[in-house]
């Protein structure tokens, strides 16, 4: 018997695991290279998008961390509420302040007290007055506990013969509350301080705005009365 066959036969079965072993773990090698490969251009994908809008333009989009956008939606919050709050006429009075109610938390109430003690209503209709606001500046600071901001802009009261203008700055808190239909933002003002300018009249009209005691306690009240 020749048992250099035997060995012969040993060798070979040794070099095929070899190669066996090897040709596996090339194999994957390239399997997970691929699925590190699908799985960025997957992550890309999803990250950026192309939108078209009716008039047949092409935009890239891309993703944003939710705590980014966070930052906006405080903003369009706070401008809602300024622009319901300090704009109305005789026939958007009540709707305007209902909007702005779900906006603001307990502070709302002091202020609305403040429009109810000088029957706002009335006054717009006896006096035929339409309030209109310009928004020059917001700061959203979201680094502090509980998120703080300021906001600056210009009321002005419009009657047939001219109007009153006054820059009032306010500073406020937001807290999170839950989403729903009246506070799509999920967020809820508090501690609403102002302080404003005296009021600049155009016109001939002479249209006052009565000014709060106490600038921190009291908000200035739109109310106008001929002094």
């Not at 095929?16 to 997970?32: D, Q």
């Amino acid at each position: 018997m020749d048992l250099t066959k035997f060995k012969g036969a040993d060798d070979t079965v040794r070099l095929t695991i070899r190669l066996s072993i090897g040709y596996c773990i090339l194999l994957t090698a390239a399997f997970v290279s691929c699925i590190i490969y699908l799985t960025v251009k997957i992550e890309k994908a999803y990250s950026q998008a192309l939108v078209i809008d009716k008039n047949g333009e092409v935009y890239e989009t891309s993703s944003l961390p939710a705590g980014s956008m966070r930052k906006y939606e405080y903003l369009n919050h706070v401008k809602t509420f300024v622009t319901h709050w300090y704009a109305f006429d005789e026939s958007t009075y009540e709707g305007n302040i209902s909007l702005a109610l779900n906006l603001i938390g307990n502070k709302g109430k002091e202020l609305l007290n403040e429009y109810n003690d000088v029957n706002m209503l009335n006054s717009l209709i006896q006096k035929n007055i339409r309030y209109g606001v310009t928004i020059k500046d917001v700061e959203i600071h979201t680094n502090t506990i509980p998120v703080s901001g300021k906001i600056l802009f210009t009321q002005t009261g419009y009657r047939a013969r001219g109007s009153v203008s006054r820059d009032i700055e306010a500073e406020f808190t937001l807290y999170d509350v839950s989403r729903s239909e009246d506070n799509a933002h999920g967020a809820k003002i508090e501690d609403w301080i102002v302080s404003y300018s005296e009021p600049v009249e155009n016109g001939d009209d002479l249209l006052h705005q009565t000014s709060p005691s106490t600038a921190d306690e009291n908000e200035p009240n739109p109310e106008n009365s001929n002094r």
